[in-house]
């Protein structure tokens, strides 16, 4: 574990993270589809499922850009729910972070959090989770949350508030919120996070893709091995 000095508790802001791949092995989006068969309307899932699968062959094939694929996903997701009130989809959400992303944490990265806190450093959570999954996760961690925020009419859902938090968006949504704070650490596991911890004095790369992990060895940034429940090895 990385020991933090008290003297730098002048420099410290704030640290910010992603959640999926980074804090938990746990998928939000293979909890919300078990979520919603069990509960809801399992053949409808499924159409809306099938009616992806020529996209998916397409990302695979290099021929549509994952990042505009996960984007356009996460829209029609949400028309599932399309109708719900925000209690009803918090609920939802608070189910998938309880059965699904919290048993599955990484604890080794969870306990540097802790020794972040106790000199006054404020966690930030960054995903691209709809806002009340990140709220749900953030509030176990006593963190910050910034997730994909949605849009309600007269208290029903009606979709999503663009641009969907991810890649450089995570930049973009922490400098909105955050403008003047000092980014001590970062923590990420895809290329698609490098935007955000680029932002941080001390990038921290989680179980790292084949790309972040090219560009973490090539920058010296901190690489972390770990599994939910062990130690980490860096």
Known sequence: MTQIRTSERANVSIIVSDIEGTLTTGSSWRAIRRYYKENYNSWLYN???????????????????????????????????????????????????????????????????DNYRKIGTRIVLVSSAYQPIVDGFARRLDAQAIGSPLIYHDGRLEGMDLPVNAYENKAR????????????????????????????????????????????????????ECSPGSNATS
């Not at 099938?50 to 356009?72: D, H, N, Q, T, Y």
């Not at 996070?193 to 060895?217: C, K």
């Open 47 to 113: 159409l809306f499922f099938l009616r992806w699968i020529p996209r998916f062959l397409l990302v695979k094939s290099g021929l549509v850009s994952r990042k505009v694929a996960m984007m356009e996903w996460m829209q029609d997701e949400v028309r599932l729910f399309r109708g719900f009130t925000s209690e009803e989809f918090r609920q939802m959400a608070e189910w998938v972070v309880m059965t699904e992303m919290w048993p599955k944490r990484f604890t080794a990265v969870i306990s540097e959090f």
């Open 173 to 224: 949504y922490i400098r909105d919120k955050y403008p003047r704070s000092e980014i001590l650490a970062a923590f990420g596991d895809t290329g698609s996070d490098v935007p955000m911890m680029e932002l941080s004095q001390s990038p921290v790369a989680v179980n790292p893709d084949g790309e972040l992990r090219d560009i973490a060895v090539s920058r010296g940034w901190r690489i972390m």
